[in-house]
């Protein structure tokens, strides 16, 4: 039986960014994937927010992927289109790349960092006790881990068999989604109730098309057939254009359930293994990956003995209720889609609201992920918050905060005079930069905060203390981020 630190299972996009922040932080993780490839079949997700921008530009690969797509300064909700050009963040777009583009370049990334991936199995079953979790694995194998972490979807195998609850609401909507020709011109653009028809490769006009559109009934059996989308194109537009040749025809519903844990012993779960919902605002791929960066350092911690195995909790504690807002903010765009004149007079009312700033920035903000803030205490705004990611100059020369973070290691960053700390007993995990910054601090959706003294940003670019460095809840706060500090 092989032994590793961690086990993640599935090669996704959450699986992926979790196996590279452990790799990183230089744990021995192996990722299970059931596909022999990184091919991505039928549609998934079609963009990264902000946030997610964001945060894999903290690792130095964010260019990677705008090579790669295209962006838009603007994210939808309930048919609305929102501007967060405005937005404080050197990314207020959305970038347009489907996952069968993202994941591909996410995997390169992480065999770079020398993770393995072992395809073309599953996991079936698990067995965990004090020291550590047996995986058992299709094809009568097994591998020995201290931790397991389920990022195998919505039907988790490691979610269930670890007797995690997984709760919510049944489907009450379905929808059709399909990549196929059509001989007729089709009707292009956006319906009234969400979905439409439109060229599956941006920025082109012609097929194939990209088709989604409501289905009669929220319940089915069996699988999505040409015929099927053939009706559905018919009940909507009175024609099929000709429906042909299809790539690929699947459907989804707008059911939402998440686990009531995140964490049970060595087990934990992560991105749609941790929640389901409907895809309204294209946020399922973008809190997953948020998830594993949330994750990876603090497993990484714990598995190095860094850190006691309690530190997990905060995981739980502090991505479940941003899981919980995704299902409740989906599920309120589900509502406002239903085409009637009840549902239209109020997405007709929450348009004008939406089009007053406040509004906006507040649901906008919560769309990209980039106000999201865990509950550390009271304090300066800042914390719990994530770092902006400031100009800011150093004795050897300009640099940019996220660039301070590319090996995903703690900063303990000093604004003020040089000199009023000493890292020593935390040098071997974090790192003390001194720097200048003179523009304005700007939050999304707060707005201008006052300038603090020094900041402690976690790897993950969250801020876990604000103040003066002679401020003795600082050593409280690397101690219980990060650890006790090191005998000198």
Known sequence: MTEHAVVVAGGGPTGLMLAAELALAGVDVVVVERR????????RAGGLHSRTIEVLDQRGVADRFLEAGQTVQAVGFAGLRLDISDFPTRHPYVLGLWQKLFEPILADWVAELGVPIRRGCDVVGLAQDDGGVEVRLSGDDSLRAEYLVGCDGGRSVVRKAAGIDFVGVAASTSWMIAEVEMADDPVIGVRREGGGIGPANRGEDGGPYRVVLTEREPEHTGEPTLQDLSEVLVDAYGSDFGVHSPTWISRFTDVSRQAASYRRGRVLVAGDAAHVHPPQGGQGLNVGVQD?????????????????????????????????????????????????????????????????????????????????????????????????????????????????????????????????????????????????????????????????????????????????????????????????????
């Open 292 to 488: 594993a960066v949330n994750l990876g350092w603090k497993l990484a911690q714990v598995v190095s003995g860094t850190s006691p195995g309690v530190l997990l909790d905060s995981y739980h504690a502090e991505r479940h209720p941003v899981g919980a807002r995704v299902q409740q903010n989906t599920m309120v765009a589900v509502t406002l889609g239903v085409p009637d004149e009840r549902h239209e007079a109020t997405r007709a009312m929450m348009a004008e609201l939406l089009s007053l700033d406040e509004p906006r920035r507040r649901i906008a903000g919560m769309l990209t992920g980039l106000d999201v803030h865990y509950d550390l205490g009271a304090g300066h705004p800042l914390l719990g918050r994530r770092m902006p990611d400031l100009d800011l100059q150093t004795a050897t020369g300009p640099t940019r905060v996220y660039a301070l973070l590319h090996n995903a290691r703690p900063v303990l960053l000093n604004l003020g005079e040089p000199g009023g700390f000493d890292l020593s007993g935390w040098a071997d995990r974090a790192r003390l930069v001194d720097a200048t910054y003179d523009g304005r601090w700007e939050i999304p959706v707060l707005g201008e905060v006052d300038p603090p003294p020094a900041v402690l940003i976690r790897p993950d670019g969250h801020v876990a203390w604000v103040g003066d460095l002679a401020d003795p809840a600082l050593p409280q706060a690397l101690a219980t981020w990060f650890g006790e500090p090191t005998a000198c």
């Open 36 to 43: 022999t490839s990184q091919t991505v079949d039928g549609s």
